[in-house]
């Protein structure tokens, strides 16, 4: 464990935020809106702290990194396995590839991403801070409306996300499985959260709506493309016949492209349904950034809806794989610019400047604040069972100067 440079308590220095305009613990951050107390010239608007990530703060806003975008309860000790847990995913699509196997290649598509996400819930204690019940019910949501959509919309929606593509572009089709189609399917994703959380009552959490809305979009599009694709688990084991871009096409866009855009869209989406201004800001601009996420959500889903239009179109395989790719980094820039900004404006817990409390993040002993005054982390970022834990056991000073918990 290190601390930081300075003491914890009362006798911790203050100085001017250049952002709220409060005297605060002195620090890198300001400890109750998260602003750079350094110079401001140089790192942009306060509101937006662009240079810091909040749910990892070593990391520019805009640095792609999906582990921690999609992943954003997890210490920085916890980041490398699941970064090669999705390794071993794309790995795993490459095999099945390589070696014809579009069952499993199925297989893999519709639930590797899924997979990791629970993995994810467990790891990071979400399933601690949402009850059980909650996320199987989300679950069982989301499965039950991509199975549903896929069984009445039958032959359309099957045509419509064939990676081998018809050959004309009527009008009649270009609004029906063009344009009706991603967007219906993207509208039925975001299903599960807007109904848990209108029947879910308790505290209110930006990345507990993340969770809920992504998980729910996982589930319907990994429910979605095994029912459509289901007819592929009677061909036989290797398809010989295939054509090896064929199947490389297919891996890129349902193994990682749908499934990827699908998770950022219902999370960006459920962290706008969960978002809670603090109450002492709660009629200044109370909408603002609610409207933001919604919009940057709403925007991903018109852009998804566009590739509709280009599955459609007597364009190359390729080209279809390298626009879905770019909508799925797209929207996973997208999630981590509306979580950051939601983790900046959101209510936070009390505040108890005077008691000290480890960061996750960085290791520094720093005053129990909404940021961590020290790396500028969100201290939502954090699950509530972690939370709870450090202040249950709150690093103690020893009369030598050491710091121990």
């Not at 095999?95 to 579009?102: E, I, K, M, Q, S």
């Not at 499934?259 to 869209?265: E, I, N, R, Y």
Request: aromatic share 6%.
């Amino acid at each position: 464990m290190s601390t930081d440079d300075t003491t914890t308590g009362p006798d911790r220095p203050l100085m001017e935020c250049g952002v709220c305009q409060l005297d605060v613990p002195a620090g890198e951050y300001c400890g109750l809106c998260g602003g750079h107390l350094g110079d401001a010239a140089h790192t942009g608007p306060g509101w937006l702290r662009r240079k810091s990530f909040s749910a990892a703060p070593g990391e520019h806003l805009l640095m792609p990194n999906i582990v921690s975008t999609l992943f954003p309860h997890l210490s920085p000790r916890s980041r490398v396995p699941f970064l090669v847990g999705l390794g071993l995913i794309l790995a795993a699509l490459l095999a099945t590839t390589v070696f014809r196997l579009p069952a499993a290649l199925v297989t893999v598509a519709a639930l590797g991403l899924p997979l990791i996400f629970l993995i994810y819930l467990q790891e990071a204690d979400v399933h601690r801070d949402i009850p059980s019940v909650t996320l199987v019910a989300t679950a069982t949501v989301g499965i039950g409306i991509g199975v549903g959509w896929v069984l009445i919309t039958g032959e359309m929606v099957s045509n419509a996300y064939d990676v081998p593509l018809g050959a004309g572009v009527a009008a009649s089709r270009v609004l029906r499985e063009g344009l009706g189609v991603p967007i219906g399917g993207m509208l039925l994703m975001l299903v599960p959260a807007v109904v848990i959380r209108f029947t879910r009552r308790g505290d209110q959490e930006s990345l507990d709506g993340f969770a809920i809305g992504a998980l729910g979009a996982l589930m319907f599009t990994a429910a979605a493309t095994l029912t459509r694709l289901a007819p592929q688990f009677s061909a036989g084991m290797i398809a010989r016949g295939r054509p090896m871009d064929g199947l490389m096409v297919e891996a890129g866009i349902r193994g990682i492209a749908v499934p990827l855009t699908a998770a950022c869209v219902g999370g960006l989406l459920g962290a706008a349904l969960w978002f809670e201004r603090p109450p002492n800001k709660k009629n200044q601009h109370r909408n603002y950034v609610r409207l933001a996420l919604f919009v940057m959500g709403f925007v991903v889903i018109a852009l998804y809806a566009g590739l509709g239009l280009v599955d459609i179109a007597r364009v190359p395989q390729w080209v279809q794989l390298g626009v879905h790719l770019a909508i799925a980094g797209l929207a996973l820039l997208v999630l981590r610019v509306g979580l950051h900004l939601a983790l900046l404006h959101e209510a936070h817990d009390d505040v108890d400047q005077d008691s000290p409390i480890l960061c996750p993040q960085c290791r520094h002993v720093v005053p129990d604040m909404p940021f961590c005054v020290a790396c500028g982390a969100a201290t939502r970022a954090a699950s509530r069972s972690s939370r709870q834990a450090r202040r249950e056991h709150r690093p103690v000073l020893h009369v030598d100067g050491a710091e121990s918990s």
